[in-house]
């Protein structure tokens, strides 16, 4: 396979990620953490490519990328109230939520009855995430290996296993979202991150 590195200034850029995501291939794209990797989240087949292109356990859980909070009803069933106020509150930014999942994402995204949710701050993620609709996103990388802060460190990796790179220059890095189980009365942090449990305290 050839992978294609397209500049995020290309006006043809996001129509060439869509071509390629319909007909289920994988596009790495930049985000306000590092570069991920995604998917048509509905696309069990093309989830399931995401495991393969990165040597990726199975059963690691793929999070989904949304273009904003209004894509959370396309993909998670009875949302708690809490959980819409943090999307409000937080989103765009590095607060993945967990949520009850809706019974038609494939199984490639999540085997358990909920699935990790968020919207990135960053430009050229969101404009494909409102574009593509929700995908299953997870770090443009071998498995193990470090996570990629701009196309050439994805290529180097990922050439010849994947569709497209969007070249959007250097993403800004630092640490992984907050991640918070919505699935109860309180959030409670699974993985500590930017957004302290105080800050999520005080906003649910």
């Not at 859980?61 to 819409?84: E, H, T, W």
């Not at 701050?121 to 701009?150: C, E, K």
């Not at 109860?184 to 500590?192: D, E, F, K, N, S």
Request: charged share 20%; net charge positive; proline share 8%.
């Amino acid at each position: 396979m050839k992978t294609q590195v397209i500049s995020a200034k290309s006006q043809n850029a996001i129509q060439l990620a869509l071509e390629i995501l319909s007909a289920g291939g994988l596009v790495a794209f930049p985000t306000d953490t590092v570069y991920g990797l995604g998917a048509l989240a509905f696309d069990g087949k093309a989830v399931e490519s995401i495991y393969t292109a990165k040597d990726r356990p199975i059963e690691k859980a793929i999070p989904i990328l949304i273009g904003d909070a209004r894509g959370l009803d396309k993909i998670a069933s009875n949302i708690p109230d809490m959980a819409r106020r943090l999307a409000a509150r937080f989103w765009p930014g590095p607060l993945t939520l967990i949520v009850p999942k809706l019974p038609t994402l494939p199984e490639a995204v999540s085997a358990t009855d909920t699935v990790g949710v968020r919207v990135p701050d960053h430009s050229v993620a969101r404009a494909l995430l409102q574009a593509a609709g929700p995908m299953a996103v997870t770090s443009a990388n071998i498995s193990g290996r470090s996570s990629p802060a701009t196309a050439d460190e994805v290529r180097a990796q990922l050439g010849g296993r994947i569709a497209l790179i969007i070249d959007g220059g250097r993403a800004p890095g630092g640490i992984p979202s907050t991640l918070a189980d919505c699935t109860g009365r309180q959030p409670i942090v699974l993985r500590a991150g930017p957004i302290s449990l105080e800050q999520l305290l005080a906003a649910a």
